[in-house]
């Protein structure tokens, strides 16, 4: 009988015995020189009854799967919740994108688009592009964004009301079509928003200089467009003022 045996609770065995790692759940011993470990594959979730000898072990890796808590929370947080958002999307996808605390449709924080982004000729495309984005993150297909845009009729009547069609759903399916295209291809893709989001640049790449804007005076000639004012000075007058 195997007085101290190589293995325990807990560990994860690896190597040519099995197709994939597995985990020990159980070990007792059942000879002089063997014992019967029940391990549960870590890939197929199945469990069986595997009889090892002193011999087999040596063909094996054996790895400690002792907690260490030294990963990133926030990974795992990420992960948790795009797990929930999946399980809850093969239900109904509008569920899915309901029970989301990332919210996917930026057109709902009005407060930071007006703030940040004025002009809405200037908001639409970078709105659009998140919720491209969002629908990628959580690998919604393109059938199935057509289906969920379909779901707000405000922003549909809108749409049709002032441009005669619905453009932010023809919008995101475009730059969803986009984006794919650069998933499938490995080219960079063009971001539409022009002038681009984010500070202003010169044409080599690097940070450009804003101009002088004290509070109280008009906005200058070649302040950018798409750079919200100036915070309101000691006086509490706006830069925009």
Sequence with gaps: MIDNPPIHEGQLLAGSLFNEPMKVVTVSASGPDTLVAGLVGTQSERFRDVTLTCQDFD??????????????GLLLRLGLQAYSLGSAYKSDPYFG????????????????????LKLPRVRS??????????FHLYSIERDDVDYIMEIFPIVKRKDIQEHGTYRTKETILQIHDAM????????PYQSLPD??????TNPDG???????WRPGDPRPTDWPPHIHPPKL?????DGDA
Excluded: K, M, W
């Excluded at 054996?62 to 990133?72: I, K, L, Q, R």
């Excluded at 794919?180 to 080219?187: C, D």
């Design 180 to 187: 794919q295209r650069a998933i499938n291809t490995g080219e």
């Design 125 to 134: 495309l970078p709105r659009c592009e998140l919720d491209a984005a969002y």
């Design 97 to 116: 994108i309901s029970i989301s605390r990332v919210d996917p449709l930026r057109r709902q924080l009005e407060a930071i688009g007006d703030y940040l």
């Design 206 to 212: 690097t940070f450009a200089s804003l101009p002088t």
């Design 195 to 200: 002038p681009p989001p984010g500070p202003p």
């Design 233 to 237: 000075s000691d006086s509490g007058v």
């Design 59 to 72: 063909s094996l890796t054996v790895h400690n799967s002792a907690f260490t808590y030294e990963g990133d």
